[in-house]
């Protein structure tokens, strides 16, 4: 019985022993397959990271075209100029309009609105009728003044009376002076509630006529577009708060916050150019007319207006946003045409025609005989062997203002005088020496 039982004991021992090395060999071959995968990612992430830096650095060594792709693209060659452009200050802001052209409509007198004319957006003339509105308190003040119009009436003949009798010698200073009080009051009366009359919109001698009015009308302070109408027919209009808003877009101005740094250069009469999204961008020109004299809260800011000659040609909104370039003087700097500038990756550049290389690119190209033996045998042709090439070298460079098709650049590293650039289809150099990734992009 102990036989069978170390028998028994040694097999499960085995065992054990036998499904260790089975669990071992399967965690080294997960272990070596994951690092094989990682390596194998790693390589690949290295390898495209080393295709990009490649491109790059290929790029900015320059790359060929022959007179042929010259020709057939219209490259254009030039210099780069001393040029004489304007100095400009960055300043945003909002579109205003001035008080005197921005109206709120409101009423002296409350009453329940019987009628609203304009619609919002509709164009109104000074004067023009907006809404009626009803009010009983009305006749009580027509009442007032027809009553005061009647003793005024008794309280003059009175006076009168009295004057003779003091003129004869047979009246009494005392109902003479008494006479004349009344007069004066009565007089005042009438003349207040005649006033009141004419604040509502009501002539005083319809009134006296015997004309009772109990609707009156709310005119237009100002010729302009109705803005929000804030009420409703039916509604109470309450005496200050206002019932619609009228505005004249006809002197329309740009509010710009000009920082402390920048504000000793800022005056009146300088010129300002404008650039709204809603106008694709459209270039915009105006004025500076008045700098405020004091911060603008805690920014540090000058709230600078400039008027925006011929505003009525453009659909302008106060309240929209603006961004401005404000001329303040011209400096002459280097500067070429703005297409001859291409950017990528965030940086500009322009292209440099690399003399020195074009001319070694140009005798390598004829060759030795038996440089052009091997062509021939690969099959090319004559007029590809004696086709010139012209190498160009990409350039870094810092923009600044650009005016009347040119921009101004300070290259990053110094340019020969005269070197020569390419003005025009810089764009098709640059997609070449990238190898047309940023086409295929």
């Known amino acids: 019985m102990v036989s069978n039982n170390m028998n028994y004991k040694s097999i499960d021992k085995m065992s054990s022993s036998f499904y ?20 194998k990612k790693t390589t690949e992430e290295t390898a495209t990271e080393k295709k990009e830096t490649t491109k790059t650095e290929e790029a900015e060594e320059g790359i060929e075209l022959t007179q042929a792709q010259i020709e057939a693209v219209g490259i254009e060659y030039g210099t780069i100029e001393l040029k004489n452009l304007s100095q400009v200050v960055k300043a945003s802001g909002q579109l205003a309009v001035p008080p005197q052209k921005r109206a709120d409509v409101n009423v002296l007198a409350g009453g329940v609105i019987r009628r609203i004319v304009p619609i919002e957006g509709q164009q109104v003339k000074k004067g023009q009728v907006l809404a009626v509105i009803e009010n009983t308190e009305l006749v009580t003040i027509q009442e007032n ?81 109705v803005g929000h109408i804030l009420v ?21 101005h740009a509010d710009l916050t000009v920082f402390e740094k920048d504000l000793f250069r800022v005056r009146n009469g300088q010129k300002v150019t404008f650039t709204l999204t809603n106008q694709d961008n459209r270039e915009i020109t105006g004025r500076v007319y008045g700098v405020n004299k004091s911060f603008e809260n805690e920014s540090k800011g000058i709230v600078v207006h400039a008027i925006i000659e011929n505003a009525n040609t453009y659909r302008l909104i106060p309240g929209m946003y603006v961004t401005a370039l404000i001329s303040v003087g011209s400096e002459q700097v280097m500067a070429i045409p703005v297409d001859a500038v291409v950017q990528s990756e965030g940086k500009n550049y322009i292209f440099v025609v690399d003399e020195e290389n074009s001319e070694a690119a140009e005798k390598k190209e004829k060759g030795s005989e038996e440089a052009e033996e091997k062509e021939k045998a690969e099959g090319k042709e004559k007029g590809e062997q004696d086709e010139k090439s012209v190498r160009f070298k990409m350039v870094e460079v810092v923009t600044g203002v650009s005016e009347l098709g040119y921009i101004k650049i300070t290259p990053i590293s110094e340019l020969p005088d005269k070197e020569k650039i390419v003005v025009k289809g810089a764009n098709y150099i640059l997609s070449k020496a990238k190898g047309g990734g940023e086409e295929e992009e």
């Open 145 to 225: 003044y027809l009553t005061a119009k009647n003793s005024f009436s008794y309280t003059a003949a009175e006076l009168q009376r009295q004057k003779e009798l003091d003129e004869a010698g047979a009246g009494i200073k005392k109902k003479l002076q008494e006479a004349q009080a009344n007069y004066n009051t009565e007089r005042a009366r009438i003349t207040t509630l005649e006033a009141q009359l004419k604040q509502l919109g009501i002539n005083s001698g319809t009134v006296s006529r015997g004309s009772i009015i109990t609707r009156i009308n709310v005119y237009a302070p100002i010729s302009g577009t």
């Open 20 to 39: 260790k090395s089975i669990l071992l060999i399967l965690c080294i071959g997960a272990s070596i397959i994951l690092t094989g995968c990682s390596d």
């Open 232 to 252: 409703n027919t039916g509604a109470y209009a309450q005496p200050g708060n206002s019932l619609m808003e009228i505005i004249d877009n006809s002197q329309i």
